[in-house]
């Protein structure tokens, strides 16, 4: 009975010492997948924003945006730096690609979305999802604070994906030490902690089942010594009425 109720007991702690382990773990996982988008995002956000400004600098010059032909050279630099970089697209304020990383797709119109999008932030990032990339974007103004077109970046989360694959792994590699090593010792620590309520049980059990004139084990103390005594009274006076009801209803084999 007693090993029972200590197979019990450790099997109790298992479970919740699993159930801790993996709410951490889960925990721990999400918060660094949050931590590792938010600075791969502001590593592209820095990249957008230096385009801006190039941008920018050039609309100053009372440029038209169509003729900042150095732009084209500044994107190509960004997209030869940054492998998980999908491409970089300047726009104008109709939408119109004008310069891109991939010249394929230079004339073509970003959808009304994306450009009414662009029209309302106030100098800030916007974001979108195309594909399963994660698209920044941010208007470019003229020194006059109107919206002259704008730059679209667009990078693969794939990395992310891996890295976080990785730290999953590990995770679980730590998870599958910890929690058998920690089960050994809590094993190991409850053992000798409860070595002496054990045998204060052992010897309870074996004189609540033994002859009356068996002596009263040393150390129960007084409360339960008082309720094994009642324990003992009530067994015994069972015992009698087995009897006698036997004696009643004659003795079967």
Same mark, same amino acid.
């Given at each position: 009975?007693?090993a029972g #109720?200590?197979v ?5 702690l298992c479970?919740?010492l699993?159930a ?8 721990s #996982? ?5 931590t590792?988008r938010r600075?791969?995002?502001n ?9 801006v ?6 609309l ?5 945006? &169509?003729?900042?032909?150095?732009l084209?050279?500044?994107l190509?630099r960004a ?9 970089v697209e300047?726009?104008? &304020?109709e939408?119109r690609i ?10 073509d119109?970003l ?10 932030t106030e ?6 999802r ?5 698209v ?11 919206v002259?077109?704008?730059?679209? #970046? ?7 994906e ?8 590990r ?8 929690v058998?090593?920690?089960t050994v010792?809590?094993?190991?620590v409850?053992?000798?902690l409860?070595?002496?309520s054990?045998r204060?049980?052992?010897a ?9 004139e068996?002596p009263?084990?040393?150390g ?13 009274q009530a067994?015994?006076a ?9 004696a009643l209803?004659?003795?079967r084999?």
């Open positions: 009975m007693l #109720l200590g019990r007991i450790m099997v109790v479970v919740l699993t801790s382990v993996a709410l951490v773990a889960v925990l #996982l999400d918060k660094y997948r949050e590792l600075v791969v995002e590593r592209f956000g820095f990249v957008l924003q230096d385009v400004r190039t941008t920018t600098l050039g100053d010059l009372q440029l038209p945006l &169509a003729e900042i032909t150095s084209q050279g500044a190509d997209r030869a730096e940054h492998d998980d970089l999908r491409y300047i726009f104008d &304020a939408g004008l310069f891109s990383t991939d010249p394929t797709t230079i004339g119109a959808p009304d979305t994306w450009i009414y999008q662009n029209l309302g100098g800030g990032l916007w974001r979108r195309d594909e399963g990339d994660l920044v974007g941010q208007a470019v103004r003229s020194r006059f604070d109107q002259a077109g704008g730059v679209v #970046l667009a990078y693969s989360e794939e990395p992310i891996r890295s976080v694959a990785g730290m999953r792994r995770l679980l590699e730590i998870a599958a030490l910890v058998p090593g920690f010792a809590l094993t190991g409850l053992w000798f409860f070595q002496g054990r204060r049980l052992t309870l059990a074996g004189w609540l089942e033994g002859p009356p068996a009263v084990p040393a129960l103390g007084g409360p339960v010594e008082k309720a094994a005594g009642g324990a003992r067994f015994a069972l015992a009698e009425a087995r009897a006698e009801l036997r209803g004659g003795e084999p």
